[in-house]
């Protein structure tokens, strides 16, 4: 089974603070991918990596950046938390030789007070 | 742009029933994807579809691949408790392996 790991359920936060979400898959998968979660705006993709140091912006990157030193490894990195990065914050990765399929995380619930 | 339309937004049904929905594109694909996602998890999932006319099962869970190539439908028989969730159909999101679209979602409750 394919396991993706987030290190934190949830997080708390002060606007201005650097914030460091982080994603380690034991699959060997090429693909990874950084999404944040909505009500009523459903999953939008923020940044994908298909390569270690390879990073795509997907259709939401403004405030955000990415860090991909290992293959298992795949870092979002926020520069400096607003309120409008509240948000749950899933990260997937996919086998470069499989279909589409994407596998999730459980999710980092973000708070920027 | 490619959209993902899916009904219904939400159902509200008794343990033991049977569920259905559907999830509608405007170009065709040529890969459908079921995930569900419980309440503060992570998406999961259930079931992929690769060819039109497809009909793939998962326990109770059944999925069909349209024959237009623009749709899905997703079953779920003898609804029990724990199918509560959020069931969302995601396709490709056009030219790019990497980009997925993701419905709407369509909110289920189960009555015990």
């Known amino acids: 089974d394919v396991k993706v790991t987030q290190s934190s359920r949830y997080l708390v936060k002060r606007t201005g603070e650097k914030v460091f979400l982080e994603c380690v898959q034991d699959?060997?998968?090429?693909?990874m991918f950084w999404y944040r979660q909505d009500p009523g705006l459903g999953l939008r993709l923020i940044y994908f990596?298909?390569?270690?140091?390879?990073?795509e912006k997907g259709d939401i990157p403004e405030g955000y950046s990415v860090s991909r030193e290992k293959k298992e490894r795949f870092s979002l990195i926020l520069e400096s938390a607003s309120t409008n990065q509240t948000s749950m914050y899933l990260c997937?990765?996919?086998?470069?030789?499989?279909?589409?399929?994407?596998?999730f995380g459980p999710g980092t619930r973000l708070t920027v007070t | 742009g490619q959209q993902l339309n899916q009904s219904p937004q939400s159902m509200f049904i008794q343990e033991g029933e049977d569920v259905s929905m559907n999830c509608t594109s405007s170009?065709?694909?040529?890969?459908w994807l079921w995930y569900k996602q419980d309440p503060g998890e992570g998406p999961v999932l259930l079931i992929a579809?690769?060819?039109?006319?497809e009909l793939t099962s998962n326990g109770r869970l059944t999925a069909q691949f349209g024959i237009t190539r623009k749709d899905s439908f997703l079953n779920i028989s003898a609804s029990i408790p724990s199918d509560v969730g959020i069931y969302f159909c995601?396709?490709?999101?056009?030219?790019?392996?990497?980009?997925?679209?993701f419905g709407t979602g369509t909110l289920l409750a189960v009555q015990p």
């Open positions: 997937a990765s996919r086998y470069t030789g499989g279909g589409y399929e994407q596998y």
């Open positions: 699959m060997d998968h090429e693909n």
């Open positions: 990596s298909y390569d270690v140091k390879m990073k």
């Open positions: 170009s065709i694909f040529n890969t």
């Open positions: 579809l690769y060819k039109a006319g």
């Open positions: 995601a396709g490709p999101g056009g030219g790019a392996t990497n980009k997925l679209i």
